[in-house]
């Protein structure tokens, strides 16, 4: 492949961050790296990120954090915050924090320099910028920097005066927010040993809100995961039988790893025909490993997915268990039914992702009905070597006013310069629009 020119980059920082994206993608799988180098060198934040993440992947991530450098030096805030990312990983905390205090936004934009900060053992003063936020403060993130810091006092007064500053003593007006800072001040408590604190927090917050005829499900599924946390499932499922959301039981169950008691709760919730149940079971099956009975409830409730427009949680259970030639067979058999049944575009459009699924690339892409469907495999077409073919479909079917559907198609037939070329003749004329997901669909 010929070097491409190195000029202006042919997108400007009001470009559309996905086809930006996208032309620089094709040019490093098209191993054009040293052209997406001098555009990082030249300050473009795109291309070093783009760069600098597949850097990091490969364990280079002191070459990921010099990539990063000239856009960052050039004043854009997301190198810098990217950049700092990375210097924490790279066990570089303090110089992350100098980093970050370079530029003027970190002030308004304190998470990134709050965790560098932590992480650079200056958690005192972590804790102090946090907590100038008052009743906006991030609880959450000051609950996870203090964590083992022995400061549980000072973090537990900045939450109660947070909350107090936030809520009239009644609490009847307590603002959604607040479920944040009633969750992060249980978990402070937990912390120390309070756990019958803790509850009592949460359980007097829901109690009133119940008192108020106010929706609390925030304050009910932190209550439900703390009671999960501290093996209380007995105290979980009276929430459950006195009409509290079984949904938020089994989410919080299941992400503390209680896969057999969320299945319990939920199984009732699947023979009385609860909106949404018989999803939620499968899906749970399948966070449990439990594939084989997951395909085979997904096959017994199909009417039911079909109904409710949801045929792709049999192909994602299917794919997660490994049979997804099984359910290719189940959606060809719907499709022989003829085209005068209900949901047939939903059915119909399975198929290219079965196929991709079952390696059949080719078939895939000639399957695909809709360009979002094209858009949506596009990784896959890629990697399968068939990115030229797939870009080809697209720009038929989609609008393309950048220029950059047509730049990846030349950029993958091994033509880079001309798809620059493209690219700056578009943009030499104005920002070019993009094109949407939905654009070239009926």
Known sequence: ????????????????????????????????AELIKGFAAAGDFRSAAELADRLAADGRIDEAISILEPPASAGSWRAVEKRARFLVEAWQPEEAVAHLRSHPESEMRPVVLVRALAAANAVAEAIEILGAYGPDLDARLLVEVSDGQDMDDLVE?????????????????????DAFLLDALARVLERQGRTDEAIDVLTSAHERDVAANKV?????????????????????????????????????????????????????????????????????????????????????????????????????????????????????SLIADGPDQTMWDEITS??????????????????????LDVRCLMDDFVKAGLAGKALARLRREVQDPSGALRARELIHSGRPDDALDLLRERTSVATPPTYTLLDGMP
């Open 216 to 332: 609390s499900g925030d304050v009910v599924s932190s209550l439900m995961g703390l009671l999960a946390r501290n093996d209380m499932l007995e105290k979980v499922r009276d929430l459950v039988a006195a009409g509290e959301d079984a949904d938020a039981a089994v989410r919080v169950l299941a992400d503390n790893g209680r896969f057999d008691e969320a299945i319990e709760i939920l199984r009732p919730q699947v023979l009385a025909r609860s909106a949404w149940a018989p999803v939620t079971m499968i899906e749970l099956l399948t966070r449990a490993g439990r594939h084989h009975q997951a395909c085979d409830l997904a096959v017994a409730e199909l009417q039911y997915l079909l109904h409710n427009e949801v045929l792709p949680v049999l192909r994602d259970t299917f794919v997660a268990a490994d049979r997804a030639e099984e359910a290719l067979t189940i959606v060809d």
């Open 1 to 32: 492949m010929k070097s491409a020119r190195l000029g202006r980059v042919p997108w400007s920082e009001s470009s559309a961050d996905d086809w930006a994206h996208d032309v620089v993608s094709a040019l490093l799988d098209s191993g054009c």
């Open 157 to 177: 007064s900045l939450i109660r005066s947070a909350i107090a500053q936030q809520c009239p003593p009644t609490w009847h007006d307590l603002p959604p927010s």
């Open 350 to 371: 399975e198929r290219p992702f079965l196929l991709m699924a079952c390696g059949r690339a080719e078939e895939a892409l000639a399957a695909c009905k809709w360009a």
